[in-house]
């Protein structure tokens, strides 16, 4: 973790934002994503109706930055936290920000069974391939190949399985309404260094999208597959070119449902 | 409102306990033997006689049950879950979350034997469990004990009632027995309390906002916590012992049981004096607070002689060696995998007491 500035007082003030500097490392989608979350609390005139669902991970301390009602939740149970909160005051804008390992490890199950059920909360998956607060062991997104702290020699897919897609998994059942996957880091153009942000555009839409199916009364899930260069053990600028070569075809960015239409208004 | 059922389960009647002390949620996971509760809330929600209840689900998984739990409580609504043994270990890492976030939430454990999957026969081998705090992290919790299928009905209300006052996990220690065992059931209506809720996550109002949270990462943040809550325990452990006495006056030994076991206790101690014993039962009713006032008062007023009787190994017999502080002789009757001592073993274990040597550790040697 290093020092950051706060995005609140660089890139203009948000009410939304508490404006404290965050401690995600410079270059992680994490900061992007707490900015855009606070752009389409706002743009829904949400604030004080949203409840952020805090899970474990690099995510742990989004309540720090976003300037909402929050509750925590342990390792992997954001989705029945949010659940909950929902089931008693469906009145509230219910959303939480989960890491792979949360969600589609040791959270899975609470992942699929709120899902199955439909329930009426946002879930904001920040995918970036490996555990990231805890100092880099493998995820179950981990392509591959990749080398983490616990797979030194590469992930065996033989023994350790493969990449877990968890937006193809919630295909699988009847009941999310609204499933999206984002691909967030700045995107490599073809010319050396320039990047493009396309990624923070389609982001922002995909949570205003998320919002507005949730208060129609479906769940829905957006999967941001992020980099996490620190742990990756590569530069910043490395991190972006390898998640549009590796993890961009792995976990494909689109719509994959969209029940109520949104996205065609 | 109208009445209740006269004749129920002490499972059942806990449940209309619950909504009748202003339930708003329940989740829970289906285990015998206690899913006469889930069962007989199913059938409730939404009725007009509990117009609070609105919330019932069959979670997927213990750990979901509490979890949900912890979203609603954060809600500030009044929210129940209920299990036995093995989900209640599954749920302890919920409780530390919500003793650390300082959530009002009632859980309830229908003790069966154990240790694994044990058997579906009463026990009461989750005492220290209930007692020290099952989690990781050093919390406490208050945790209440019935003997009756009406205190199963009674318990409900007061249990919200200390988990909003000092916003903390309740948790109802029952066992098979109990849970299993139909009794009358005269219960009083009662309108429920309310409590502020002001901590609530709700909704942000201008520059007030409300975060729950039991991360700390500065450590004198973490230190300042975890002295607010030792605090707090402290507070309740000095103002909310509850217990019953029978005929402890003049008593040459004092039986201590909770649950099941005190109505066995209080069965040996209506035998016994109609055949000249002087013996008395203690009945925590709050095993957390544990009642340390009231043994202290029975060993001041000159009771040598305990004799605790629990369907375990011996753990609540620890917590009356700590009161009596070494002034008292302390023994345990203890009986385990489902099976409930005999009256005839009782009343052996109090005549061995009764006619041993008076313990000669005086007070003020203790004292000094």
Redesign the interface.
């Known amino acids: 973790m290093s020092a950051a500035v706060g995005y609140a007082t660089k890139w203009g003030a948000l009410p939304t934002l508490t404006g404290a500097p965050t401690h995600y490392c410079a270059g992680c989608e994490h900061g992007t994503l707490t900015r855009l979350l606070a752009s389409a609390i706002e743009a829904r005139q949400a604030?004080?109706?949203?409840?952020l669902?805090?899970s474990v991970g690099c995510s742990?301390?989004a309540?720090e930055y976003l300037?909402?009602?929050?509750?925590?939740?342990?390792h992997g149970?954001a989705p029945?936290?949010?659940?909950?909160?929902?089931?008693?005051?469906p009145d509230?804008l219910v959303f939480g920000v989960q890491g792979d390992g949360d969600a589609v490890s040791i959270g899975l199950?609470?992942l699929v069974?709120a899902a199955n059920r439909g329930e009426p909360i946002s879930i904001f998956l920040v995918n970036n391939a490996i555990y990231g607060m805890t100092g880099g062991q493998m995820a179950p997104t981990t392509p591959a190949g990749m080398v983490t702290t616990t797979t030194p020699n590469g992930r065996d897919v033989a023994t350790t399985g493969r990449p877990f897609d968890a937006t193809r998994l919630l295909l699988g059942l009847d009941g999310p309404a609204y499933l999206r996957r984002v691909f967030l880091p700045v995107a490599p153009t073809g010319s050396a260094d320039v990047f493009n942000a396309r990624g923070a555009l389609d982001g922002e839409a995909a949570i205003r999208h998320a919002f507005e199916v949730q208060e129609r009364g479906g769940f829905s899930f957006v999967e941001f597959v992020s980099t996490c260069w620190v742990n990756w053990k590569v530069s910043i600028l490395e991190s972006k070119r390898y998640a549009a070569r590796v993890l961009a075809p792995l976990f494909p960015p689109g719509l994959y449902r969209d029940r109520f239409g949104v996205e065609a208004r | 409102m109208t009445a209740l059922p006269e004749f129920l389960k002490g499972n059942e009647a806990l449940a209309y306990g619950a909504l009748r002390a202003g339930l708003t949620a329940f989740y829970g996971y289906p285990i015998t033997p206690s899913s006469e509760i889930p069962e007989t809330l199913a059938a409730k929600v939404g009725r007009p006689e509990f117009p609070r209840f609105r919330v019932f689900l069959q979670a997927a998984s213990e750990l979901e049950a509490i979890n949900l739990a912890i979203g609603t409580a954060a809600t500030g609504a009044r929210t129940m879950t209920a299990t036995s043994g093995p989900g209640f270990s599954l749920k302890q890492e919920g409780i530390s979350y919500a003793a650390a976030m300082e959530l009002p939430l009632l859980i309830v454990n229908v003790n069966r034997a154990g240790p694994g999957l044990g058997n579906l026969g009463p026990e009461q081998s989750d005492y220290f469990q209930a007692t020290r705090g099952g989690g990781h992290g050093g919390y406490r919790t208050i945790v209440l004990a019935p003997d009756s299928v009406p205190e199963m009905a009674r318990l409900p209300a007061l249990a919200f009632s200390l988990a909003f006052r000092y916003r903390t996990p309740v948790i109802v220690l029952t066992d098979a027995f109990l849970g299993q065992l139909k009794e009358d059931l005269p219960v009083p209506d009662v309108a429920p309390e309310e409590w502020d809720t002001s901590w609530a996550a709700t909704g942000a109002r201008g520059p007030v906002r409300h975060v729950l949270s039991s991360l700390h990462l500065e450590l004198a943040d973490q230190n300042r916590h975890s002295r607010h809550l030792a605090a707090k325990y402290a507070e309740i452990a000095r103002t909310e012992q509850r217990s019953e006495d029978v005929a402890t006056d003049d008593a040459d030994v004092v039986l201590v049981a909770f649950g099941i076991c005190a109505r066995l206790a209080r069965a040996a101690v209506g035998s016994m004096r109609a055949r000249g014993l002087r013996v008395g039962l203690l009945r925590p009713i709050t095993l957390a607070p544990f009642p340390r006032d009231r043994i202290d008062d029975l060993v001041l007023s000159g009771v040598r002689r305990f004799l605790v009787l629990e369907l375990n190994h011996g753990q609540m017999v620890d917590d009356v060696a700590l009161a009596a502080a070494g002034r008292a002789e302390v023994r345990g009757l203890t009986e385990v995998g489902g099976l409930l001592p005999t009256s005839a073993a009782i009343g052996a274990a109090v005549e061995a007491m009764a006619v041993s040597p008076t313990p000669l550790v005086a007070a003020e040697e203790v004292d000094a």
Request: hydrophobic fraction near 50%.
């Open positions: 604030r004080e109706r949203a409840v669902v805090s742990v301390l309540h300037n909402v009602d929050a509750v925590q939740a342990p149970r029945a936290v949010m659940a909950g909160i929902k089931r008693a005051r509230l199950l609470e069974n």
